[in-house]
């Protein structure tokens, strides 16, 4: 994977997690579909702490984020808005991964 920051790729990625609107998901849900995605994110990042963020995660990162705009019935244009946002601050997007969007 090419050099990438990933100190703001986590912090894109979570603050956007944090500033999307459910719209929609009861506890539960919002448990399954945003908190625990949020918390394995946490952990990809303290597992990547002292190297370099593989490929293979910064892809299961972004497939996280899509399972929380799902269950938080994040409308598309926002989903590219944030999208945007990580790619912008980072250089990390599905396409730089080589994964096509869902």
Known sequence: MTDID??????AVLKTIASTRNNGAG????????VEPAGRIRAVEQEAADRRLTTGEAG???DLLETTFRTKR???EEREYYLQYIEKVSG???ASLGVSAP
């Open 74 to 76: 994040t409308p598309d």
């Open 92 to 94: 990390v997007s599905r």
């Open 6 to 11: 990933a100190a703001a790729f986590f912090a």
């Open 27 to 34: 506890p539960e849900e919002h448990t399954q579909g945003v």
């Open 60 to 62: 299961e990162v972004l």
